[in-house]
């Protein structure tokens, strides 16, 4: 349980340099979906970071101060419970089993806390995000206060906990990366098998089912995300999911898919032909954004910006519409005047990227601090950052827009861990260049 008790350490030594306090991080809640179902369980990130616990009704609770210390509520053992909906750790196993200093049943929660408050000088949670967390925070403050007259005193400040976490949560450290690699080559192979079986005649929920037996097969818990399996025109909607459309001899097939394994998201989009052939005007697309996605990926190193990849990507992009007439030059002007104006936005609408971590849109700021007043630049990469680099090509019909090209939706995302001096690709399991997706596909 090593990385989650150096969390927490880390943790408590930021809460100290505020002058301490005690924080409080609770998983998430089950949420019902009807009469005794519930929706598949998930944790909730920030308090997974810190615990590595996977049990509902568990809250984290670090004491910074004189003594540093972490607590545990989890809940109780109960055989009755356990018989229906299995093991339970209770707390005294949890404690030992995840390095908690103390740990109390979750019934004792609200008990425990105006105790564990009473003179702490300020309070640590994710202050304004959670309504029944916020009115838990003010019952335990009344308590506190309710003993003034016995000396005691309520916390007076109160922080963010998050904004501490995501900082944290936006470098990942060497468990996050392994994990992170083991879900990004789940994912690299399972775009290869949806290759591999495509052909005309299946339905896209067909080629979402074998995404699916990959992820489960290989350990994956769940999908990172809302799987899209997208043939012919569907692929120009972005947040499409997968349907029952028929993959046609002739159209492209793009698929948005990646597996969460232990708390961990990856993120891969692959483009390929449901017959296995490019077609001349999908090929010509198809490197466009290949070359767009190496030029987005050679900008990513220490140092560099977290928009240098995008604005690389939009140049190549914009070169390309106006190299193919999708954008019309006597329209729009030069590569500076497109890129200036945004008209490559008709085609190219969406960012380049985005952290990825715990959750497929992970936390951290994307700016950099600046001096009040003064505009945040974008955030400087470092090592140990993850992002994705996903740029896209979107055509829907349009007065003027030559029509080989209408309904092709091209996208090519993958995953890329910031290194000492550039990037690691660490989803490259699944083919991408136009050879190797042709090579997949006879197999
Ligand atoms: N799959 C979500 C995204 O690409 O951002
Ligand atoms: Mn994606
Ligand atoms: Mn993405």
Redesign the pocket.
């Known amino acids: 349980m090593k990385p989650y008790a150096t969390r927490r350490a880390a943790l408590i030594a930021l809460m100290n340099a505020k002058g301490g306090g005690v924080a409080v991080i609770p998983t998430a809640p089950e949420v019902m979906r009807n009469s005794d179902a519930d929706y598949p369980y998930r944790h909730d990130s920030y308090f997974y970071y810190l615990s590595g616990f996977t049990e509902p009704e568990a809250v984290v609770v670090l004491i910074a101060g004189k003594t540093n210390r972490s607590i545990l509520f989890c809940r109780d053992k109960n055989i009755e419970r356990e018989i229906w909906d299995g093991y339970r750790y209770g707390p005294e196993a949890a404690r030992e089993k995840f390095g908690f200093d103390a740990a109390f049943a979750i019934d004792e929660l609200d008990v425990e806390m105006p105790k564990l408050m009473a003179n702490a000088p300020a309070i640590f949670y994710a202050l304004g995000s959670d309504a029944q967390l916020d009115a838990q925070m003010q019952t335990w403050l009344q308590a506190v206060r309710a003993q003034a007259r016995a000396g005691i005193t309520a916390p007076a400040g109160a922080y963010d906990v998050h904004v501490l976490l995501n900082e944290m949560r936006l470098i990942k450290d060497a468990d996050e990366i392994a994990i992170m690699k083991r879900a990004a080559a789940i994912s690299g192979e399972a775009h290869a098998r949806a290759m591999r079986v495509s052909r005309p005649g299946l339905h896209e929920y067909q080629i979402e089912a074998e995404l699916l037996h990959e992820f489960r097969k290989n350990g994956s818990q769940f999908p990172a995300?809302t799987s899209i399996v997208a043939t012919g025109a569907n692929a120009c909607v972005l947040h499409y999911r997968a349907g029952d459309a028929v993959l046609r001899d002739g159209d492209l097939v793009l698929i948005?898919a990646g597996c969460e394994l232990d708390g961990y998201a990856s993120?891969i989009?692959r483009t390929y032909p449901a017959n296995g052939r490019f077609s001349g005007p999908q090929k010509t697309l198809y490197e466009i954004v290949l070359a767009a996605q190496a030029a987005a990926i050679a900008e990513i190193r220490p140092g560099k910006r977290f928009t240098d990849g995008h604005d690389a990507a939009v140049r190549v992009l914009a070169q390309g519409m106006l190299d193919t007439g999708l954008l019309d030059r006597k329209k729009v002007g030069t590569l500076d005047d497109v890129i200036g104006k945004g008209d490559y936005r008709q085609f190219y609408m969406h960012r380049t990227g985005?952290w990825i971590g715990m959750d497929?849109?992970d936390v951290g700021e994307y700016r950099d601090p600046a001096p009040a007043g003064e505009e945040k630049p974008w955030r400087t990469l470092q090592p140990g950052m993850a992002l994705?680099v996903?740029p896209g090509i979107y055509v829907r019909p349009a007065e003027g827009v030559p029509e080989q090209f209408w309904h092709i939706g091209i996208r090519i995302?993958d995953d890329a861990l910031v290194t000492a001096n550039g990037c690691e690709i660490i989803t490259s399991a699944a083919p991408k260049t136009v050879a190797d997706i042709e090579a997949t596909m006879k197999q």
């Open positions: 995300y948005d993120d989009t985005h497929v849109h994705t996903e995302e």
